[in-house]
């Protein structure tokens, strides 16, 4: 475990225009390289420069990516795996094609959109009179029994398709059913006239017929659920049918896009490219072999070490400590170390515990804060890849080592749940604050671990300041700062 | 600062700041207006507090209904800040939302109009309109269901709308549309406001008197431009029009420009003291159409709101101008999100979209 910044090291390279596309694909591979633009470097030669002259911008192809996501989120399809990003399969991308494939599967969708769209409005209608009837508000509905003179029940749908309306022939009944709304009768009323509508004067007719709009309602809105349901099932398919070639587009847009981010780093001559970046020190190698591959060994590569760049300009790697996670994440939300500096993430992590653990100090409710964390580990594990979460997997990392800590320090004081249910191993904290503890202690031995567990805190920053100061070489800070 | 001002503001300050961390920032405004189908716009909204839209138009394919969720939305958060709030501030609250239950009651009242009056088919469009209580009880669907004006006063006399309502009957309505009735109901709202604003404690009262003037001076404005000047409505109209509070009414530049015909109005002389900056652009601009300037005009005022609304957001924060400038925030954000809807709706191009997304 190393626990100082990853070592960097500065390279600049010159390769032959013919070369770099494949130099372009060999630094995707690899990724490893944290770009600086050339004309940092060398500003008195950046008018010799010119910039990239690429055919199409990468938002471009982050737009029309975008697109495709958006078929794909529509389908369920999960994005494809990363894996299938390989820059060496990359092919040459006719953007209008790949827009015209992207508008055709969009236009057939929003026909079938249209249709639920049409549903949705027709719900509305059916809700309404499912409402008033429900609450037998008859003050907004005419339900009319009887029959038409002329014509059929097929006509006078007709005739009131633009009104919220049913219409019933009930097996058991003589006569139609028909419910409206009250405000529609200005129109309404017209069409039932020149139909001859011929109402049946039976009052007692009327509650049976509200029994049977509900039913009919009630069934007709979930007839409307079942079609909007298939429609859904149809956008699936309809995606799903160029699945497969969406796929690929995604794939390939998305190599052009990072091909197009890596391109707006290079800068020209009449007939070479330049570029530059930092890389970790232990990458260098591989990416040199790399660059000199894809160019056929007709490429200039220099070097420069870290210390001879101003050490601000130095981007910061820090080696990845997956046990150590959490804290790491805890350490870059104040600051970034400085480069050449101590990550102080493994002190953390203990100073962090232990002084949790001391907080917390009960195994019980420990083990509770322990299983939490486990939950949520394997909750988050089950969920990977869906919506982002408020509590990250690292954040129910921390939750178990917390828990852990207050488990351990709970034995150690002898608190299961607030009870002193077994002997404690150091001694009894609880007793301890009373007075009571047999071993003599009392609370000032508790107020002196704390002030020893503040010394050794405060001890160990100093320390990782001073080896800091003295890995930067600056003396005057080790000598004169209130800190040196 | 007093105890009690940081009691009642601490936790509301921090709950509306966090959900103001939480809008959609100039970038992914400027995402959502480069989209090209409302899908991919819905898909833009992902992980923000526009996310049940998604589900929405996945269930429906419906803009309106978008739309209704939006409204609602809104209501659900006036709503939510009333209940942090206790006493008077609560009352203010309740009295600021009340300007959504009068855009719904406009709403539902249109909807009648076009029915009863205008004998045209209303069908669903009820259903988008948001039909449960808002601050008072209202009966929507007595509303919208209703055969004369005069049953509609009735459904209201429980409510503060009843009053001005009376002022007028079906048949009035019948000649002169809904214009007049529309904003009796928003001067309602805002001398309720006003009204409910007196009884808060000085330092609140201030604020918020100062933001009330100021809106009714830009919306007096915008109405004296729109309607004095763009169409020709009558210098005794234009006067019924006027908002309470602020200073343009009682100025040498108002009654002037209500005392001249329609082609000598000058919207550049009605702002020249107020707003000296927008008199300017307004010169300038003298050779575009009156509805360019309409809209330079509104575009302007707005753009003062907003810096009015951001100052207040960066000044103290134990003070009632959170809630303010949140409310604003979000009614802003909320526009900009149906315009870009209704844009691509209606096959509009980025550049278009953010002409109206003001």
Known sequence: MNVFTVPMRLLTAVVLDESTDAVKKALLSLGVLDFIQVSHLAPEQAAKLSPVNQSEDPQTYAALRARVETLFQQASIPLPNVDRLDPEATTALDTGKAKALVDKVVAALSVLREQQKQLSQSRIRFEELLRYVENHD????????????????????????????????????????????????????????????????????????????????????????????????????????????????????????????????????????????????????????????????????????????PRAEIPVAVDDMPLLRPFQKLVDNYSVPEYGTINPTPFVAISYLVMFGLMFADAGQGLVILLLGLLGKRQSARNSGTARRMISTDMYQLFTYLGGASIITGILFGSYFGFALLPPVWFDYHAAVNGHDASGRSVYSILGITIWFGIAVIGTGLLLNWINLIRKRDWFHLVMDKNG | MSRGVLSRYAFINAK??????????????????????????????????????????????????????????????????????????????????????????????????????KHQNIDYRYGYLFQMDIVSGIDWARIVNAERFEDIVRALVKTPYAAALSAFDGTRIAQEGMFFLETALDRVWTDMLREVVQHMPTDDRTLVEQVLDRDADLKNIINLVRFGYLYDLSSEDLRTLMLAGGSIVSTKEFREYLEIPKQQRSPEALVSRRFPDLAKELKEAHTHSAEQQTLLVERYLFSVRRKAFNTMLRGYPFSFGVILAYFFLEERQDAFIRTIMNGIRYGWDAPAIREFAI
């Open chain 1, 138 to 309: 008859t003050q907004y509905i005419d339900v009319r029994i009887g029959n038409p003179a002329k014509g059929d029940a097929q006509l006078l749908g007709a005739r009131l398709a633009n009104q919220a309306y049913v219409l019933l022939q009930p097996a058991d009944w003589k006569d139609m059913i028909l419910l409206t709304l009250k405000r529609d009768r200005q129109q309404v009323s017209p069409s039932m006239d020149a139909l001859g509508w011929t109402e049946n004067p039976d009052g007692q007719l009327q509650p049976e017929a509200l029994i049977v709009l509900k039913e009919h309602l009630v069934k007709q809105l979930e007839d409307l659920d079942a079609s909007n349901v298939q429609i859904k099932q149809r956008i699936t398919t309809r995606i799903q049918e160029d699945a497969e070639t969406l796929e690929q587009l995604w794939c390939n847009l998305r190599l052009h896009e990072l091909l197009g981010a890596i391109a707006n780093n290079f800068s020209h001559t009449r007939n070479t490219t330049i570029f530059a970046g930092w890389v970790p020190k232990s990458s260098s190698d591989t990416l040199e072999q790399a660059i000199r591959k894809a160019c056929g060994g007709t490429c200039v590569i220099e070097w420069t070490e870290a210390g001879m760049m």
């Open chain 2, 16 to 117: 509306l700041r966090s959900r103001i961390g939480n809008m959609l920032d100039e970038r992914e405004l400027e995402g959502l207006l480069q989209s090209q189908s409302l899908e991919e716009f819905l898909h833009q909204l992902k992980d923000t507090p526009y996310e049940p839209m998604i589900e929405l138009y996945d269930q429906t394919a419906d803009v309106q209904r978008l739309e209704a969720w939006l409204f609602a939305r809104n209501v659900k958060l006036h709503q939510e800040v009333a209940r942090l709030m206790h006493g008077i501030h609560e009352q203010v609250v309740q009295a600021m939302t009340r300007k959504l239950e009068v855009e719904n009651l406009k709403g539902v009242l249109r909807l009648w109009f076009s029915n009863a009056v």
